[in-house]
């Protein structure tokens, strides 16, 4: 099963979900990360993770080409959960991946250029939806929004017009915890299970886990 955290634009906090999400569900799930982002975040974030002996390190794979891709998602499987970080730009080996998923999630705060690149973003979903003939519905996340800001109408509503988008009810706000722990190689229930932090995380892991009927 394939999860792809996909945008096209950098900086939206795409590794730092896909670290919360894969090791969130490594407790109760066979999950393995795909880093496709040529900043390797995720792996270097995992050699942190690996030096604390109370932490159980993630699985991550590489690969340098399309086709050592697909024969690794040629191998995919229900009993296996698949985290592919994908890099912040338009590549063969993201539409690879947006393809082949069983959920794209795509974070988006309300700054006006992350969402105005959600309207180039169409145009890549248009061109993987014609090859593959069927909608690729992208589950956009509200991420990075100020905790003071309430009213997200406006917001909700420019998501919304497009067939291709599909809002999750989660949203992820500005806390310092996200960079925190990741400094030390841990998401942020493992940095503090009592934090704001760590309660929209787990709201989200448990949306997750109902939208892909994980038991």
Known sequence: MLIVVSHQKGGVGKSTIAWNIATGLQKKYAVEVVDLDVQQTLFYTNEIRKSNPKLKPLIVKRFESVNDFKMYIQGDSDDRLSIVDVGGFDSDMARVAIASADL???PVSNKNFELLGLR???NTLDDISEAINDTVVVKVLLNNIN???TKLDDLKEFVGKS???DLLDTILRTRVD???SVGQGKNVIEYDKSSKASSEVKSLLKELKAILKLK
């Open 104 to 106: 794209v999630i795509t």
């Open 120 to 122: 180039t973003f169409e």
């Open 147 to 149: 905790p003071k800001k």
């Open 163 to 165: 067939k291709y988008f």
């Open 178 to 180: 996200y960079d925190r």
